[in-house]
């Protein structure tokens, strides 16, 4: 998600559509699947507890928003998200995942407030004249979880 969220601000072209792609099924999930319902139960799972890594994807959210031009009157960002089977020798992928290695192994850095972040985003959001936007998203049915993986899944974290 943390990926994501770079993608978004060091992007220098946030005027042309972008497809993200990733190995990610929770990165998928979290914007294809679950916010709705976050939302709709005040950011809590459906078994009640705070949703982890809210305040990153509230960021990425008005991330996503802010890509929108001016008095747009789309309900869609020009981001879509593409999920993509991992460690198959796609180039990018596997880019991505040295990046994450060299990431896990270099120095700790301060921890930053998303929550902060998100509000300043909102600000500029309201002086565009826009609001929050809908994602598109572009995934195989292959590679989605089964219904048997996603029941081990909830055994042992509760995403939804």
């Known amino acids: 998600m943390y990926a994501v969220a770079r993608i978004l601000e060091t992007d220098p072209t946030p005027e042309l559509p972008l497809t993200i792609c990733t190995d990610s099924q929770y990165t998928i999930s979290v914007f294809s699947t679950w916010i709705p319902g976050w939302r709709k139960r005040g950011w809590k799972t459906s078994g009640g507890t705070p949703v982890l890594n809210k305040d990153l994807i509230q960021y990425v959210l008005s991330l996503i928003s802010l890509r929108m031009p001016p008095n747009s009157t789309s309900p869609t960002a020009n981001v879509s998200f593409k999920k993509?089977?991992?460690?198959v020798g796609i180039e990018g992928n596997e880019m991505a995942d040295r990046f994450a290695n060299n990431g896990a192994m270099s120095a700790e850095v301060e921890p930053r407030d998303?929550?902060?972040?998100t509000r300043a985003n909102e600000k500029k959001l309201r002086e565009k004249g826009l609001q929050a936007v809908e994602v598109e998203f572009e995934v195989d049915i292959g590679d989605l979880w089964t219904d048997d993986e996603l029941k081990e899944m909830g055994k042992s974290q509760d995403f939804a």
């Open 114 to 117: 998303f929550a902060a972040a």
């Open 84 to 87: 993509v089977k991992a460690h």
